[in-house]
């Protein structure tokens, strides 16, 4: 199956590439900014399946800068999706929990009301909601605290103050699921070969890791696993204050992911013991 990927140097889209003989398209082939060259490339590719691993993902500038991240995240993949229907080929598409707005203490389920907090959840809500109306077979995978050995996340950046801090204050009242980037790009794989046998699997799904855990704890994991023994200190939200607001709730239901796709929610602990490996701790 001919697979054309928009991403190239991110951290799922990285991962698509370890896993797959896939096309992937950087930025200086594909501009998100362009909507319309991004629909040119799925056509001048002429794929089997497309896989939108890029984003404008830098959640704090995005709230200065929602015309721009609304071009990327929204109509970008609008414009996938329109092309992918019209060419009749899956489109397989990758959101987050900040489409919801973080209350309460349970799970997200896919059918949940939305209600992003910032610039950034609205972006990509714009995205998933034009790629439902496109009409072709699509699959959106809603994630959160996305991490690798590569590109910037929370691990590497706990690796680094790690390595330099004797003390460190981490947020305790956020309480979501790290998602190894290999195991996204693995169900995107997965959702895009099966798309093209059955569209009747279209939908919204999350794949989030398990356990539910908050920075707090899942910094002291990343300590223990990788052998830095930094004080982590308890701090709430309220003292680590950010330009866009952090759902305190990012949970997320995948029991929707297990039925149709057989997958359970994959262990992060597990994702982070390869990481580490790959870095060399
Ligand atoms: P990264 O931030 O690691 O990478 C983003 C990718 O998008 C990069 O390859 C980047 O290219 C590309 N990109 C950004 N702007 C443009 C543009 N204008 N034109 C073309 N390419 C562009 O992303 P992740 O792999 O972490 O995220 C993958 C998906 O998961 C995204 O949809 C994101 O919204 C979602 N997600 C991520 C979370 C996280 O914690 N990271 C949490 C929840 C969801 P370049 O290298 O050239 O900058």
Redesign the pocket.
Known sequence: MKILV????????TELQRQADVIAL??DK????DPTACAAAIRSHAPDAVI??????AVDKAERNEDAATV??GD?PAAMAQTCAELGIPFV??????VFDGTGETPFATDHPTGPLGAYGRS?LVGEDAVRAAGGAFVIF??????SAH???FVKTMLRLGAERDRLTIVADQIGGP?P?AD?ASLCLAAAEQLADDASKSGTYHISGAPDVSWADFARLIFEQSGFSPEVVDIPTTDFPTPAVRPANSRMDNSVTKAVFGLDRPDWRVGLQNILNELGL
């Open positions: 928009f991403g190239r140097t991110g951290q799922v889209a950087g930025r594909a501009d998100l900014s939108n691993a890029a984003a404008y993902t990327i995240n970008a598409h990758i959101s987050t929990d900040y990509k809603r994630t959160s605290w996305v991490v590109g910037n996340n998602t980037a996204i």
